[in-house]
């Protein structure tokens, strides 16, 4: 008989990803997608745009006194988010 080698579909699936240089795009965008169940409703109503440049957030908010508010829990939701994905992806949130 032959030894098989066995493995689930979700690692076969990530080692493709990885080996295509796939995985990065796919978490930055499950990241900017996991934006508006961290921040909750009143702030993604705010929220006017979300992309990620050199491991950091930027997210355009409309209103001064949020944008304040925020970066004073950057760190929270750098960890919140980054916990969201289940990788490290972002090391710093930048707000406009």
């Known amino acids: ?42 702030i993604t109503r705010y929220t006017l745009n979300t992309y990620i440049y050199n491991q950091t957030l930027f997210v355009r908010l409309s209103n001064p006194a949020l944008r304040s508010d925020l970066s004073m829990m950057r760190q929270e939701l750098v960890n919140k988010l980054n916990a969201e994905v289940g990788e490290q992806v972002i090391t710093d949130i930048r707000f406009n």
Do not use: Y
């Not at 796939?22 to 409703?41: D, I």
């Open 1 to 42: 008989m032959f030894k098989r080698k066995i493995e689930s579909l979700k690692d076969v699936l990530l080692r493709n990803l990885r080996e295509q240089g796939l995985e990065t795009p796919l978490n930055q965008k499950r990241l900017v997608e996991a934006w508006p169940r961290v921040a909750g409703p009143v």
